[in-house]
Every structure is written in structure tokens, then in C-alpha cells.
């Protein structure tokens, strides 16, 4: 999922944390990721023009990454939650020749008319595709969200996976005026705003315009490779955005009825395994801010004249 590094994996190999679900990079052999799911056409099968047009199409095709495509008036997207865990991202080729777009590893969901606000201390009430249920920056309406793309969501429209931590993220090809459609899990990054619904209007950000926090931006790639579950991250987004601690978590009900009983919103498990993640989303935070402190004092000018 994120720009993790690539080592990581080969460390949880060798340290064995017992954790549980999806973990983070360094922890996704231990667990199965969710998988972005893709077709495979074979040339072959293709008669002789269809494969022809598909070649000059490729070479026509024009490499963008997201955001800067969304700026430059070449795509439209549109982001449409579902719940607090899941939203549909609508992307269309505005242009007259393909795409190869490079999707976000993180970003953020927020209420349109919460833009211009300021910036939110959490993300949608979801992640993936930045996460959840949305009202960013101290605005009305619902919580902002938080999540990521590396891995190509979680179905649908073409997404490819970066492969693996640090993988760099994953593309999608959008063809000429055509619009393609990428499931992703969310989490919720402000809590106690109302969840999003189908029927609020949300807009997809770069999440360093909704937050800042290093650890944060680490959970919302993770999200988006399959690296961590949707429940597990949302206790994790929790802890780190609202400051809630674990008792307070522990305590959380979903579903709360005298006639059939509390129904807790995280298993024990679940919050055991959103400890490790939070702890390694710091380190990895850590990591990379040292290796960028690193590579800016590397060059150091000569005295002689």
C-alpha cells in the first residue's frame, strides 16, 4: 500500500509479530491483503486490427499522475461514499487519447462545501480512497475521509497494484472519453460527524490538504494495499486523529439495544492488532523522515575554492 519500504516485508518474516487480520507492510505475509481485482485480455485472442488499434492506442496514451491530471482539466472524478468504510471513485478521460494514470497511494474525501475551511484534524469517516464519512477542516456536514490507492482499489475498474510496500502506487488506463469506476475502503478520520451517504457531495484531495500527520498518511496507504483491515485501521485512525484512547475504543458499541443486546464496534483482536498498527505507522514515519533529512544534508559543498 504505501511507500513503505520495501525491506519491511522481509522483516515481519523475521521478527514473527502475532498479530492478527491484515497488518501492515511489514506484517502482510503473515495475513491475507485485500486484492484488487483485474482481467487479463491475451493479444492473441484479439482479431488482427482490434490488436493493432489496442498497440497504437498505447502509444498514444499520455501518463498523468492523479491529482495533476484533475488540475490540468484532463480528467474528472468524482467520489462517492457509500458508508463510512467504502466509496466509488468515478474517473473520466476528458481527453481525446488514453490515459495511464497513476493513482494515490493516500488522500482524503471532504465535504464539498467544507472546502476552503481549513484543514481537519482526520479524514472521512473512512480511507482507501480517503476513508470514511466526511466534514473536514471544522466544517458542517459529514466527516472528512481518508484512505489510499496503491493497491487499485478494491474492484473495479482497472486499477493495477504497485506491488507490494513502496511499490510506488498502482495505474489505471482510462480509455479516450470513457469513464472507469474503482471500489476503495475508507476510513473515518473524524469522529463523532455523521457518517457519509450516497446522497452527500464529496470531493477527493491530496490528504496533505485535510492532515499532515506522517503516521496518518501510513495508515491510508496501508489501507489502500490490503495491508491492514478496514475495522482494524478505523481503531487505529481513531487513536491517532481524535485521540481516543484504547479503553475508550474497547468500550465503543456499534449497535446498542435493550432487546437484544450492545454489539461492541471492535473484537478484542481487532484492537490488539490496531496497537501494532499504530506503533509501526509511527516507526515507518520515523523512518521516512529521517531517510528525507538524510538525503537533503548528503551533498555538502566543498570549501576549496
Excluded at 493513482?103 to 475551511?117: D, K, R, T, W
Excluded at 478494491?154 to 507490494?164: D, I
Amino acid at each position: 500500500m504505501m511507500p513503505f519500504s520495501p525491506s519491511l516485508a522481509d522483516e515481519a518474516k523475521s521478527t514473527q509479530r502475532n498479530v492478527s487480520v491484515i497488518t501492515l507492510p511489514n506484517l502482510s505475509r503473515r495475513f491475507a491483503g485485500i486484492a484488487a481485482t483485474a482481467s487479463v485480455l491475451s493479444l492473441l485472442a484479439l482479431p488482427m486490427s482490434a490488436s493493432a488499434e489496442k498497440v497504437r492506442g498505447d502509444v498514444d496514451a499520455v501518463t498523468a499522475e492523479l491529482f495533476a491530471a484533475m488540475d490540468a482539466g484532463q480528467i474528472d472524478v468524482k467520489i462517492i461514499p457509500q458508508d463510512a468504510t467504502k466509496a466509488n471513485v468515478l474517473i473520466r478521460n476528458m481527453t481525446d487519447k488514453p490515459l495511464n494514470l497513476k493513482l494515490p497511494e493516500a488522500f482524503a474525501s471532504v465535504p464539498i462545501l467544507a472546502q476552503g475551511m481549513g484543514m481537519g484534524g482526520g479524514g472521512m469517516g473512512g480511507g482507501g480512497m480517503g476513508g470514511g464519512g466526511m466534514g473536514g477542516g471544522g466544517g458542517g456536514g459529514g466527516q472528512a475521509g481518508g484512505g489510499g490507492m496503491g493497491g487499485g482499489g478494491m474492484g473495479g475498474g482497472g486499477g493495477m497494484g504497485g506491488g507490494g510496500m513502496g511499490g510506488g502506487g498502482g495505474f489505471m488506463r482510462v480509455p479516450a472519453e470513457r469513464m472507469m469506476k474503482v471500489a476503495v475502503q475508507t476510513v473515518c478520520l473524524e469522529h463523532g460527524k455523521p457518517d457519509p451517504n450516497p446522497r452527500m457531495a464529496y470531493k477527493m484531495v491530496p490528504l496533505s490538504e485535510f492532515t499532515t500527520d506522517p503516521s496518518v498518511r501510513v495508515l491510508c496507504e496501508s489501507l489502500g494495499y490490503g495491508q491492514v483491515t478496514q475495522n482494524t485501521a478505523q481503531a487505529a485512525a481513531w487513536h491517532i486523529m481524535d485521540n481516543m484512547s484504547w479503553q475508550e475504543l474497547a468500550a465503543k458499541n456499534r449497535v446498542e439495544s435493550k432487546y437484544t443486546g450492545n454489539v461492541r464496534w471492535f473484537s478484542n483482536i481487532e484492537l490488539r492488532t490496531a496497537q501494532v498498527v499504530v506503533s509501526e505507522a509511527g516507526r515507518i514515519a520515523r523512518e521516512r523522515e529521517s531517510d528525507s533529512e538524510y538525503v537533503e544534508s548528503e551533498y555538502v559543498p566543498s570549501d576549496e575554492s
